[in-house]
């Protein structure tokens, strides 16, 4: 995956942070760090769209749709 160099501006105390969680953790680096942490608030931000997306959904009519569809699937299905 290609990486591109990028600059940030943190407050003293942010920065003191995370140079205490990086030698708390392990990390081998600032940037290492850094990538983990943006990965994962775009992982969380991305399932709570997707979760309020599904909430706007209509359970009985999705419910029935699906159900329509699979009732379609099963028809050419030879019963045992």
């Known amino acids: 995956m ?3 160099k990028i600059a940030i501006t943190l ?5 003191i942070r995370l140079d205490h ?3 708390e953790q392990g990390f081998p680096s600032r940037s290492k760090v850094i ?6 608030k775009i992982e ?5 769209r997707l ?3 599904c909430a706007k959904l209509d359970q ?3 419910k029935a749709l699906a159900e ?13």
């Open 2 to 4: 290609t990486r591109t």
């Open 11 to 15: 407050d003293t105390d942010t920065l």
């Open 21 to 23: 969680l990086i030698k």
């Open 35 to 40: 990538r983990e942490a943006i990965s994962t």
């Open 44 to 48: 969380q931000l991305e399932r709570s």
């Open 51 to 53: 979760a309020t997306e």
């Open 60 to 62: 009985v009519f999705e």
């Open 68 to 80: 329509e569809g699979l009732s379609g699937e099963l028809a050419g299905w030879p019963e045992y």
